[in-house]
Structures are given as structure tokens and as C-alpha cells.
């Protein structure tokens, strides 16, 4: 029997086909890496990919004062989305331009929260294959996006 306070367990379908992602556009934003480690310039980015409503590609940019910060990009594949009480959350398929290795399938998915705000979104990522996100705020990674000023779509592949 399932108690009421056991903690959820996530499961994620290796071949679950794309679909679209609730985040579209050309946005930049900041990051979080916890507290006190925000990484606001220089502002990373998040673009929907050419012609696939269902893939975006974040682009990291390092933070000189921010230790763990790193240039990174990642292309996220939505799989998936749904609504708990207010809590919205996407699933997604990532591939990181410096952690991905064929076979890892904890490394590859990762579930997110959003939240959208005047102008743009509040987004957290969890750090491993698990849907424990409970807030847009809270998380292994947050961001604060923003609108950028001119929108371009970008290619959807990720640097070797």
C-alpha cells in the first residue's frame, strides 16, 4: 500500500516521442546554482529550434566570480507535460554538450517547473532523473528568462 507521505517515484519512457514545449521563443536569462551563486552576466540564452516546437537549446555562459559556473549548451527534447494543483512541470530528453554519453539514461532526462511571468518565465531543472521540483524557484538549476531583443532560431545540434 502507498502511505500518503511516501515519496514519489518518476518514470520516464526511453522511446516516449517528442512533444511540443510549453517555453517557445528566443529568451536570455539568468541562473542560479544555489544561494548566493547567481550568474547574471553574461546573460545566457534559450531558443526554440528551427522549425521543431518541441526541442529548445540552452546556452550556459560562465560566470567569472561563480564557481561551478561553466559555457555549457544543452538541447532539451520535451516528452512531456502536465499540471499538479498550480505546479506546471515539463519532462524533457537532454543532451549536454559536456556530459552525455551514450547508454547514461540517468543522465538524460530531467524534469522542470515553470512558471510564467511578466515578460518571460521563472524555470528550475532538477539534477538527476527525478520529478522532486515543487516550486519555479527552487532546484538544482533555476532561471529567470526574459524576452531577448531579437529572436533567431537556432540549429539544433549540440557542440561535440
Not at 5 to 27: E, M, N, V, Y
Not at 67 to 81: F, H, P
Not at 89 to 101: D, E, G, L, Q
Not at 111 to 118: D, H, I, M, S, T
Request: glycine residues 6%; charged residues 20%.
Amino acid at each position: 500500500m502507498i502511505e500518503v507521505d511516501d515519496p514519489l517515484k518518476t518514470l520516464f519512457r526511453l522511446s516516449a516521442p517528442p512533444t511540443p514545449c510549453p517555453i517557445s521563443g528566443h529568451l536570455s536569462f539568468s541562473y542560479q546554482l544555489g544561494p548566493g551563486r547567481n550568474c547574471s552576466f553574461p546573460l545566457s540564452s534559450l531558443t526554440q529550434c528551427k522549425d521543431k516546437v518541441d526541442s529548445l537549446v540552452l546556452r550556459f555562459q560562465a560566470c567569472p566570480d561563480i564557481q561551478g559556473s561553466q559555457s555549457l549548451t544543452e538541447q532539451v527534447e520535451c516528452i512531456g507535460q502536465w499540471k499538479e494543483g498550480s505546479i506546471r512541470y515539463f519532462a524533457a530528453r537532454v543532451n549536454s554538450s559536456i556530459s552525455s554519453r551514450p547508454g547514461e539514461w540517468e543522465n538524460m532526462f530531467r524534469c522542470f517547473v515553470y512558471r510564467e511571468q511578466y515578460k518571460g518565465w521563472l524555470l528550475a531543472q532538477s539534477g538527476e532523473a527525478k520529478c522532486n521540483l515543487h516550486k519555479a524557484t527552487e532546484g538544482y538549476r533555476t532561471m529567470s528568462l526574459n524576452q531577448a531583443a531579437s529572436p533567431r532560431p537556432a540549429e539544433c545540434k549540440v557542440p561535440a
